[in-house]
Each structure stands twice: as C-alpha cells, then as structure tokens.
C-alpha cells in the first residue's frame, strides 16, 4: 500500500508550486489558483494525518471541511474585488493597483 | 498493486497540473490546469478512503469554485487582440528560489520525521456517518459559524460586485 509519506511529499509539492505561483504570477486571477493550490495541499495533508494516525478522533478531516468552507467564502469575495478592480480601473494586474486608494 | 500504479499515475498527473496552473502562459490554460489538478485531488481523497471528502472535492471546487473562477475571467478579459499578455512579474526568479527551497525544506520534513501515535500502513478508511457525528456533535457551534461566514461572504460579494447607480 501507499505509505503516509508519500501524500506528505505530494502535498509539499503542490503547496510550493502554490507558493511559486503566488509569488511570481501578476494577474490577481492567476494569484488566486495558487492560493487555492496551497490550500489543497493543506488538506490533503489534514487528510491524509486523519486517515493514517487519528481514525477515531478525524480531526484531520473535519479540519479539511472548515478549509474547504472557508475557501469558497475566500474565492467569492476575491473575485467580487476583482471584478471590482476591473471596473474602476479596466486591469487586473495586482502591479497596477498597488496605491491601495485613488 | 494496482492500486500503488493508480496512485503514482494520479501522483503525476497531479504535479503535472499543478504546475501547469502555475508555469502557464494563458489564463484560461491555467484554469483548464486548476480543474484537472482539483479533481486529481479528489482523487487522492478517494484512495485515501474518505468519500465524503472526495464527492465534496468534485462538487465543490472542482465544480462551484472553478466556474465562478471562470465567470470571473471571462469578465476581466483585457483587450480583444488574442495575444497573451505578461502573466509574469519581474518578480519571477526570486519565486522560483523560494518555492524551490520551501519544495526541499518540506520534502525533507515529510521524509525525515517519525510521527507519533500508531502509525498504520495502510489508509483506514473515515466514513460518513463517523464525519457527521463530528461534525454535528462536537464541532456543532464551529458549524454554525461557519455557515454564517459563508452567508456574510457571500452577501458582502454581492454588494461588491454590484452596478451602483450613477456609475
């Protein structure tokens, strides 16, 4: 069978893809996608600890549902302030809109 | 044993989305990336026997979330000339030291460390009556806060995203 290690591995991968997104992308769309690929990997790994170690309490995968939640909340309200953004000043480049008032 | 082939080929097609979604020229690209990567997750879920988890992984984001994130695109296309505009910053080399070093540092981590309690070799499987119960006993007052996040989430979206009048 698949030992816990190797979802840990493939979780690490994921997040630091994730992270490289975030921090290298410009589009606030595509900035996004690599906070959610973080936040997959995260509950893989919450996943993955409940399915492994702890499958009497499952802290593990009721932590992964919040993520989940919380999530979608997140992504609603980030892509209302890039629509936002969008129509006030027609870019969605994060560059641009780094005044924070106009 | 056949189980181990669909694990690493799922394992691969994973990483490879992903870093589609992240190396991509084209934003619609990435989104095409990002829903094979979430699915590939799903996945994951149900190898690892929690099928609440992997229908909800399908349902919600490879469903809900990517075609809000969709929607979202298709409003804040910029320009109508069809050529890829620079989806990276000036940024770029830098990020890629930082995710190449977070990559070693948790790789080694995950490798490395011996974790306490039993550890099985197997995935034992969390089943959906075992997540309710924790989810609607002991984690009630958090699920209910949660629902009310969302509510408020949504509602502040709304009016966010709302035409005023006069603009």
């Known amino acids: 069978m698949v030992p816990l290690s190797n979802y840990l591995v493939l979780s690490a991968i994921i997040f630091s893809l994730g992270a490289y997104?975030?921090?290298?992308?410009?589009?606030?769309?595509?900035?996004?996608?690599?906070?959610?690929?973080?936040?997959?990997?995260?509950?893989?790994n919450f996943v993955a600890f409940a399915a492994y170690l702890d499958p009497d309490k499952i802290t593990g995968a009721i932590f992964a549902v919040f993520v989940?939640?919380?999530?979608?909340?997140?992504?609603?309200?980030?892509?209302a302030i890039i629509i936002r953004l969008f129509r006030n000043r027609a870019t969605a480049n994060v560059d641009e809109v780094a005044t924070l008032k106009w | 044993m056949a189980t181990e082939v669909l694990w690493w080929i799922f394992a691969v097609l994973i990483v490879a989305a992903s870093a589609g979604v992240v190396f991509s020229r084209s934003v619609i690209h990435s989104a095409i990336f990002f829903i094979g990567s979430l699915a590939g997750v799903g996945a994951m879920y149900a190898f690892l026997n929690v099928e609440f988890l992997a229908l909800v992984q399908f349902l919600i984001y490879a469903g809900a979330v990517t075609v809000l994130i969709l929607l979202a695109l298709m409003l804040t296309r910029s320009g109508t000339t069809g050529l890829p505009e620079r989806t990276d910053g000036p940024?770029?080399?830098?990020?890629?030291?930082?995710?190449?070093?977070?990559?070693?540092?948790?790789?080694?981590?995950?490798?490395?460390?011996?974790w306490p309690g039993n550890l099985s070799d197997k995935p034992r499987g969390i089943a959906i009556d075992a997540i309710s119960n924790r989810l609607f006993l002991d984690y009630g007052a958090p699920f209910i806060i949660a629902s009310a996040?969302?509510?408020?989430?949504?509602?502040?979206?709304i009016i966010l995203a709302r035409q005023e009048e006069g603009e």
Do not use: C, D, W, Y
Request: hydrophobic content about 70%; charged content about 5%; aromatic content about 2%.
């Open chain 1, 21 to 44: 997104g975030v921090l290298a992308r410009r589009n606030a769309v595509l900035i996004l996608f690599g906070v959610e690929l973080m936040l997959n990997a995260v509950s893989l």
């Open chain 1, 68 to 79: 989940i939640i919380v999530a979608a909340a997140e992504v609603a309200l980030a892509l």
């Open chain 2, 91 to 114: 940024q770029k080399p830098f990020a890629i030291v930082v995710g190449a070093t977070l990559m070693g540092i948790l790789i080694a981590v995950a490798v490395h460390t011996s």
């Open chain 2, 149 to 157: 996040l969302l509510l408020v989430a949504l509602v502040g979206a």
